[in-house]
């Protein structure tokens, strides 16, 4: 399964090994993470998180291939594929997902390729995701007795 389209000829954005960003990008096209990105990462196009790159927020994206570590959650609805060296703490939703051996990833995951059913289920999920934030606000700050 090929995540990339003909019109992703080449990498439009690049966040190189050694460099870091603090703070949300919003950017346009294909962009390839190489380094560390603590913040939200949202683009039009395909992403790679290579290797050794970390990423410490949420990612919204047409596509994701993760080599690296994801700390938040994926939103790609084309598809999302997690490669044997990839470590994802977050939940993903998708069409089409894959994760190759020794994948570590903790979180929930929604994959359906019916858009219809994958918009339904998207939904809910969000539905669930904001009740409970909302119920542990409300708690927090309060001491368990």
Not at 107 to 131: L, P
Request: hydrophobic share 40%; with cysteine.
């Amino acid at each position: 399964m090929s995540i990339f389209n003909s019109e992703d000829v080449s990498i439009n954005n690049v966040l190189s090994a050694g460099s870091s960003v603090k703070g949300d990008m919003k950017i346009s096209g294909f962009m390839r993470i190489d380094g560390d990105l603590d913040g939200d990462l949202e683009t039009t196009g395909a992403v790679i998180i290579g290797a050794k790159a970390r990423v410490r927020g949420n990612i919204t994206a047409r596509s994701i291939t993760v080599s690296g570590v994801v700390l938040g959650d994926i939103t790609a609805p084309d598809a999302v594929h997690l490669l044997s060296s990839s470590t994802v703490i977050g939940d993903v939703q998708t069409h089409r997902f894959r994760a190759d051996e020794n994948v570590v990833f903790h979180g929930h995951c929604i994959s359906i390729v019916d858009t219809e059913n994958y918009e339904r289920a998207a939904s809910v999920w969000r539905d669930r995701e904001a009740i409970a934030s909302k119920a542990f606000m409300n708690l927090k700050g309060r001491e368990w007795k």
